[in-house]
């Protein structure tokens, strides 16, 4: 085995663990959602990306499951179909360099958010120290071209939050690799709930802004560090 197909073999089993993940924290129904990890050369090859293949249930995805693409979303490698989402994770990693996993998801509190075209207000400190303020949302967009890529871009570059509400969709997050776009999704998903809930019982109380910079430094520089 070359290399360069042992880190994709590698990309490939990681993606299986990730996606049980999804399973896991309840984010996904049926076979909805997906995550992709962007994959790197030393030898300076153009990138690719391993994501979920169409339509095939959680419980059945394996390593030689996972379909590679390049940055264009064009099926390099992989026996299934990438999934439709395909298009516009592409677009996420051709404009956006420092990014190299990319999960969707319609989990059902974020989702009743984007639904009404509402962010999700940092009322919490839990969503300072993970989104660095409010959970923005995205402009609604169709399925299966880079619609959907270009508002994650447009809502997320030079943004804090990793993690948008594609408004009447569903959830988006990024990361430097997937397992941290994992987190952002499980995260979204927590405080979606509560700031939900919070809602039922009152008015929730905003975090003021210099809070808010304060628990976002000191949790994404200090704490676990």
């Not at 993606?15 to 993940?21: A, D, F, P, W």
């Not at 270009?150 to 030079?158: H, N, P, R, S, W």
């Not at 008015?203 to 210099?210: D, R, S, W």
């Amino acid at each position: 085995m070359s290399s360069k197909e042992k880190v994709i073999q590698e990309t490939q089993e990681l993606l299986v663990e990730l996606h049980q993940e999804l399973v896991r924290y309840e984010l996904v129904a049926w076979t909805s959602g997906n995550v992709s990890q962007r994959i790197t050369f030393d030898d300076g090859s153009p990138d690719l990306f391993a994501i979920k293949p169409s339509g095939v249930s959680y419980n059945k995805l394996t390593a030689d499951a996972m379909v590679i693409c390049d940055l264009d979303g064009n099926l390099v490698s992989g026996k299934l179909s990438p999934s439709s989402d395909t298009a516009a994770h592409a677009y996420v990693y051709r404009n956006m360099a420092e990014v190299n996993g990319v999960v969707h998801t319609h989990s059902n509190y974020a989702c009743a958010w984007a639904a009404v075209g509402e962010e999700i207000p940092c009322i919490l400190t839990a969503i300072a120290d993970e989104f660095g303020g409010p959970i923005p949302v995205g402009p609604f967009a169709i399925i299966g071209d880079e619609s959907i890529g270009k508002g994650i871009v447009e809502t997320l570059k030079g943004h804090r939050s990793p993690a948008v509400l594609m408004q009447n969709h569903g959830v988006f997050t990024i990361g430097p690799d997937a397992r941290s776009a994992v987190k952002a999704a499980v995260m979204c998903e927590d405080n979606a709930k509560s700031a939900f809930l919070a809602r039922q019982l009152g008015t929730p109380i905003p975090i003021p802004q210099e809070a808010i910079e304060s628990l976002f430094n000191r949790y994404q520089k200090v704490y676990g560090k």
